[in-house]
């Protein structure tokens, strides 16, 4: 799958950037990653909440619209020049609502024309409409209403270009495409009746983007003078292409489909750019069907959008350095990690129309992207092997100083060398494991930044020895045996252990001859006792050891049956050892009470407690399964009352027979 990532540096250049807008400035050829500011529109807007500019010229003359208030709905047209700022256009006396979508290069006479569209309701048809603005005296001089073609009932203007051609379409109530429509001082004219889909831009020399001719597969170009149509096709190998905008070259910026479907049935989509003579180029997309196209300038840069799991990323194509950043990552100074919305078009000094806190906005260039500074604080840390990470290495980590860091390349050479090669990257991390070293050897390192603006000076030099290799693993556990053990409904396992490179033993345990080991256990011993197995199943075992560098190689599979259930009905025998059944106890001291428990099934509970005139339990423990046993508690007699009590030991067995046996006491007043 193709990525959206800097062509000349690879994913680590991967970048975007928000811009502020300083004073126009010549257009010249891009040599590096450009460094953007915000200008806020919206900020100049009284009561804007929301908005987006939708077009820029080569004046950087912006508009698009506002939302006043807490109404969605209320869209209020605006015009933007650096002459005069923000001016809100007039929407027509019967509109609530209203948009300009699109605005020519100034004429001579300082006027621009735009375009865009009024509604009544947001639920009505749209209206298209032309609004001619001064930017010598920030008055806006008429407005027009466009009208529809054939009585249609909705119309929108789309484009505008310099010598006045208005474009868009005409359609029923609710759509938002229809035929392609051109609107003229005498009224809506159909382009062509083979343009069903609407048109997405129009050159000054009259060439009109058609977006896809009805029945056809690719985007189209049509002449307005000439009445002639260019089928511009697709992509090698894909399926659709659909234009979104053109330049004065006739270069398309176009949206095709690979013919693939995403989870939901929809087409995956790429992001591709049309030149006369060089055909298609690839900009980027292609794991979403929401990769789209957003705008092209004459310089062939390209705007998009293309979607990363569940990430939007808008992008800018620069074309003098055949590069592709993530819009974001460009911001310039103070505007690092501010929200953008869609680029919706971008002009030749690479100025893009856009939205931002606030509303509409406008990101402007101010140079090219700086580097990034250079890490802070590199260290490097040798790294033993241990049982956990049967390893060696030398761990490296240093700090970023800001943002323009998009990446690291860690470089090493042999100590004091200079001979420094790269052994890997990373893109946000600021840490490297390098595990491909010798023992004993000891190495130099050193780590550089990589952004937008191309790479940063190198860190410091560290040095650090690579620790001894770690010994060899154990040898794989010898002659493992399973015997099945009726008494205690288990099959005992027996090994000979793997010498003194062996920490501890892991034992597996599968069905007879499935393969299906899971560990059942790990222990320190070279025996094991399965009680958890299910009467006349038959399993296989295996053994491995573990030692500081690692695992051993496993041992024999043995094989055994385990044996069908026995009745064991028999509760344990429960004794008191001490005290004595009828003993009189002073209160000024502590009681060892033990009792005495046997089960030839395994002891598994004991549980001592006292009644009388102070309750208690004296202590509750878990046996692990002996056969005999003498357990021993202390009974605290300065917490209790005076007065007879009863002791009653109660023991469990591993087949849930309970005994007990009680001895009665007394507590009595110590005597002065």
């Known amino acids: 799958m193709r990525t959206a990532l800097n062509r000349r540096t690879g994913a680590l250049a991967a970048v975007l950037v928000l811009a502020a807008m300083l004073a126009p400035t010549a257009v010249s050829a891009q040599t590096g990653a450009p460094s953007y500011s915000i200008l806020s529109i919206g900020e100049q807007i009284p009561g804007a909440t929301a908005g987006a ?35 809100l256009l007039p929407r027509p006396a019967w509109a609530v609502t209203a948009r300009a979508r699109d605005v020519s290069d100034r004429h001579a006479d300082g006027t621009v024309d735009i375009v865009g569209w009024a509604a009544d309701s947001i639920y009505s048809g749209d209206l298209a409409v032309r609004w001619k603005y001064s930017t010598d005296t920030g008055e806006v001089i008429e407005m027009v209403e466009l009208g529809t073609l054939n009585g249609l009932p909705q119309s929108q203007a789309t484009n505008v270009n310099a010598i006045g051609d208005v474009v868009g379409y005409s359609g029923g109530f609710m759509q938002f495409d229809g035929p392609a429509t051109l609107f003229t001082d005498v009224g809506p004219e159909l382009i062509s009746d083979a343009f069903l889909y ?26 307005l003078t000439a009445g002639t149509t260019v089928d511009i096709g697709v992509p090698p190998g894909l399926y659709t292409s659909t234009g979104v905008a053109m330049n004065e070259s006739l270069q398309v910026a176009a949206t095709a489909t690979t013919g693939d479907t995403d989870p939901r049935g929809q087409y995956i989509s790429q992001v591709w750019r049309f030149s006369e003579g060089a055909g298609w180029k690839y900009i980027a997309g292609g794991g979403s069907s929401i990769d789209h196209a957003r705008g092209i300038n004459n310089r062939g840069d390209v705007i998009a959008q293309i979607v990363a799991g569940l990430t939007y990323y808008d992008l800018l194509y620069v074309d003098s350095i055949d590069a592709v950043f993530i819009i974001e990552n460009l911001l310039g100074p103070g505007f690092e990690g501010t929200w953008i919305g869609d680029l919706n078009d971008i002009n030749d000094r690479g100025d893009i129309a856009t939205s931002a806190p606030g509303g509409p906005a406008l990101l402007v260039p101010i140079g090219e992207l700086q580097p990034p500074p250079a890490p802070d604080g590199l260290t490097a840390t040798p790294h033993p092997a241990t049982q956990q990470q049967p390893f060696i290495s030398i761990d490296l980590a240093w700090t970023s100083l800001g943002p323009l860091a998009q990446g690291y390349s860690v470089e090493r050479a042999l100590a004091n060398s200079g001979a420094f090669s790269e052994i890997g990257t990373t893109t946000s991390m600021t840490s490297h494991r390098d595990m491909f070293i010798t023992a004993g050897v000891t190495y130099d390192y050193r780590v550089r930044a990589l952004g937008a603006g191309g790479f940063s000076p ?42 003194p490179l062996a920490q501890e033993y892991s034992v597996e345990r599968a069905l007879a001859g499935s393969g299906s080991f899971a560990e059942i256990s790990a222990t320190t011993v070279t025996t094991y006792r399965d009680v958890s197995v299910a009467p006349g199943v038959t399993y296989d075992y295996r053994v491995r050891a573990i030692g500081e560098a690692g695992f051993s190689p496993y041992s024999n599979v043995a094989t055994a049956t385990a044996p069908q259930a026995t009745a064991d009905t028999e509760p344990p025998t429960v004794d008191f050892v001490t005290p004595a059944d009828g003993s009189t106890l002073k209160r000024t001291r502590r009681v060892s009470v033990t009792v005495s428990v046997a089960d030839p099934g395994g002891v598994q509970s004991i549980r001592i407690v006292a009644v009388g005139p102070t309750s208690s339990e004296i202590c509750d423990l878990s046996v692990d399964g002996p056969t005999s046993t003498d357990a021993t508690c202390s009974w605290n007699t300065r917490r209790v009352g005076y007065g007879d009590y009863t002791l009653t030991a109660t023991a469990s067995d591993a087949f849930g027979n309970v005994a007990s046996t009680s001895i009665s006491v007394s507590i009595v007043r110590r005597r002065r």
């Open 53 to 87: 500019a939708l077009a820029v010229n080569e004046s950087s003359d912006t508009v698009g619209y506002a939302v006043i208030g807490s109404a969605t709905w209320n869209h209020v047209p605006f015009v933007y020049t650096a002459e005069h700022g923000a001016t």
């Open 198 to 223: 609407g048109l997405a831009d129009v050159t000054d020399s009259r060439w009109v983007l058609v977006k896809g001719a009805f029945g056809a597969a690719s985007a189209n170009r049509y002449n």
């Open 458 to 499: 190198y860190s410091d030099i560290v040095t650090a020895t690579a620790p001894e290799a770690p010994p060899e693993p154990p040898p794989a556990p010898a002659g493992l045996t399973a015997t099945p053990q009726p008494s205690f409904d288990s099959i005992d396992l027996a090994w000979t252990g793997s010498g």
